[in-house]
């Protein structure tokens, strides 16, 4: 089992930045990436952005050159470094981990983020 804690959201306006950290607990040496998804009111959970272990990295296209994901070594902790904020960005951010060979997949209870034009 992997445990995982979100922070780091708030109220921001446009054009400003947060950055959200994922502090993992249990079984985490069989992580294997970790990553970012959003969900909107009315719309479905969507990619952020996504790292491996081995430190690959995936965006999607509507965060590319705004966003930045990174991890600690020990694949405990993942960031998301959000930049130059739009009010579309506004969701409810969840932490995601996929763990063994089975890739299961663990979240995070969400913290909201807030973009005000």
């Known amino acids: 089992q992997v445990q995982l804690v979100e922070s780091g959201g708030g109220l921001v306006q446009a054009g400003g930045s947060l950055r959200l950290s994922c502090a993992a607990s249990?079984?985490?040496?069989?992580?294997?990436?970790m990553g970012w998804y959003r969900q909107a009111p009315g719309k479905q959970r969507e990619l952020v952005a996504t790292?491996?272990?081995?430190?690959?990295?995936n965006y999607a296209d509507s965060v590319k050159g705004r966003f930045t994901i990174s991890r600690a070594t020990a694949m405990n902790t993942v960031y998301l470094q959000m930049s130059s904020l739009k009010s579309e960005d506004t969701a409810v951010y969840y932490c995601?981990?996929?763990?063994?060979?089975?890739?299961?997949?663990?979240w995070g209870q969400g913290t909201q983020v807030t973009v005000s034009s």
């Open positions: 790292i491996t272990r081995g430190g690959q990295t």
């Open positions: 995601n981990a996929v763990r063994g060979i089975v890739k299961d997949n663990y």
């Open positions: 249990g079984n985490i040496l069989s992580i294997k990436a």
